[in-house]
């Protein structure tokens, strides 16, 4: 009985280094893209009223961090550049800072700026993710895992205010989700978010279940180079 208590208790604490293994190669795949600079494209994939929406966002980011983005929703596309906490969308007036759009009431990109606010680049986005899974586990080439019910609710709550133009979404109810990575040579190439939980809406107090997936491909790593356009440059 002794020795199969001691057995237990070694296997618990060896799941448990391998678990925070796996945490410490995924940030440090992360890491090697940050340092690098990369492309990706997201897809975002939502039942809706029976028919399944799609959205797309194109990134690039250099060394630098500096990040320019191609978002498309429905028939319209729009063109960001962002360094640190400040940014710059494309408009029919040119290019304009957050807070110049957010000061002119009548621009339509207003609901941009705010989606927009808080945005990381995949390497950041996902060495932050890997802190709010339960525990991480490797079969083959994928390292997967289940959020916590926190974590979800968070990352649920966040995404539907951003898709909303970054108005406050009321609190996700019996959040779940998980996650699964993909890392090739020591670099992350591909992970997959998938998260759902239910809201009440605020203007009829109905509740319905959103269900949410997420995935980004990584490609170009380490030979991205782009140029900041002559107009972009003192408004970063």
Avoid: H
């Avoid at 429905?74 to 957010?102: H, N, P």
């Avoid at 899974?133 to 926190?150: M, Y």
């Amino acid at each position: 009985m002794k020795n199969s208590m001691i057995i237990v208790v070694a296997m618990l604490i060896a799941g448990n280094m391998l678990a925070a293994d796996l945490k410490d190669d995924v940030k440090a795949a992360a890491k090697k893209l940050t340092e690098a600079g990369y492309a990706w494209k997201t897809t975002t994939e939502m039942p809706f009223g029976g028919q399944s929406r799609s959205f797309t966002t194109e990134g690039k980011v250099n060394a630098d961090g500096v990040i320019m983005l191609s978002m498309e929703r429905g028939q319209t596309t729009t063109e960001a550049i962002l360094k640190g906490e400040k940014g710059v969308i494309k408009t029919e007036d040119g290019w304009k800072t957050f807070e110049e759009i957010s000061s002119d009431n009548q621009n339509r990109s207003r609901f941009i700026v705010r989606s927009l606010q808080g945005y990381k680049a995949p390497a950041a986005e996902v060495a932050q993710l890997v802190d709010s899974v339960k525990e991480l586990k490797k079969s083959d080439a994928v390292i997967s895992g289940d959020l916590t019910e926190d974590g979800a609710k968070k990352l649920l709550t966040f995404r539907t205010a951003r898709a909303q133009g970054g108005g406050n979404a009321p609190e996700a109810k019996d959040a779940k989700g998980s996650i699964k990575i993909w890392i090739t040579d020591g670099k992350l190439v591909k992970y997959e978010v998938e998260v759902q939980g239910k809201f009440t809406s605020p203007q009829d107090n109905q509740e319905r279940e959103i269900t949410r997936k997420t995935t980004t491909e990584i490609k170009d790593a380490g030979s991205v180079k782009f140029e900041v356009p002559e107009a972009v440059k003192s408004k970063l």
